[in-house]
């Protein structure tokens, strides 16, 4: 099964509006942490944002924040007011704190959405 | 402060060729961790190495992949007898700790990535 989905494989917004890319995961551990990265078209991963399992707050970060709804298992991420420089591939990406073993701490990516700003 | 760099940026090589790739972490950062992107595959992640010891190589794709991390700083990466599925871009990531109560010190920051070419 697998542990991180993307469902919107290509999503459009205009410039100025928000936009939820959408991140389910799967995971029996209680501890784990959910991560967004950004990847334009020159290929590095930038990291976004950050949430942790046991936070009681959605993550905010600039115009990003995530909601994170743990009993759905989702955690979406929200973009306001989108750029032209916001086209690129979003990516969710999910690391077990590996507490009940087979975890590295590697993070575990979904396959991706990507996502346009028309002007 | 300096990111995550690694060298080359892009390699192009023979078929049968050996092939070095370096990643050189954020100063202070223990964890690294090596991940190949291609396009049929996705994100894959390859090994990880808490200081100078990889616990565990079961995510290498082959024998021909092998890792080592001196000083506790750079990590090398090494393809021998390289096949052209082994054309994909290898990226590097680095964070502070990493442990099993996830915290956002968790987070991993990625390098620009090696663009490797196998012809």
């Known amino acids: 099964a697998q542990k991180i989905t993307q469902t919107q494989p290509g999503m459009f917004v205009q410039e100025k509006e928000a936009v939820t890319l959408d991140c389910t995961y799967d995971?029996?551990?209680?501890?784990?942490?959910l991560f967004w990265y950004k990847q334009p078209s020159s290929g590095e991963m930038i990291f976004l944002i950050y949430?942790?399992?046991?936070?009681?707050q959605n993550a905010t970060e600039g115009r990003y924040s995530l909601n994170f709804q743990k009993a759905r298992k989702s955690a979406n991420l929200v973009i306001s007011a989108s750029q032209l420089g916001d086209s690129a591939m979003y990516f969710c990406?999910?690391?077990?704190?590996?507490?009940?073993?087979?975890?590295?701490?590697?993070?575990?990516f979904g396959k991706g959405t990507k996502l346009s700003v028309k002007p | 402060g300096a990111g995550v760099s690694q060298s080359p940026s892009n390699k192009v090589t023979e078929k049968g060729k050996d092939v070095e790739l370096r990643c050189d972490p954020i100063?202070?950062?223990?964890?690294l961790y090596w991940y190949r992107q291609s396009l049929g595959q996705g994100l894959e992640f390859l090994i990880y190495?808490?200081?100078?010891?990889?616990?565990?190589k079961s995510g290498l794709p082959s024998d021909r992949f092998s890792a080592e991390r001196t000083g506790g700083s750079v990590s090398t990466l090494t393809i021998q007898r390289t096949q052209q599925e082994d054309s994909a871009v290898y990226l590097c990531?680095?964070?502070?700790?990493?442990?099993?109560?996830?915290?956002?010190?968790?987070?991993?920051?990625f390098g620009p990535g090696t663009r490797l070419l196998v012809l």
């Open positions: 949430q942790g399992s046991y936070d009681q």
């Open positions: 995971t029996s551990d209680p501890s784990y942490g």
């Open positions: 990406a999910m690391r077990e704190g590996g507490r009940y073993g087979g975890s590295q701490g590697n993070l575990i």
């Open positions: 190495f808490q200081g100078n010891s990889a616990p565990d």
């Open positions: 990531a680095s964070s502070l700790t990493s442990g099993r109560n996830m915290r956002a010190e968790e987070t991993q920051y």
């Open positions: 100063s202070g950062h223990t964890a």
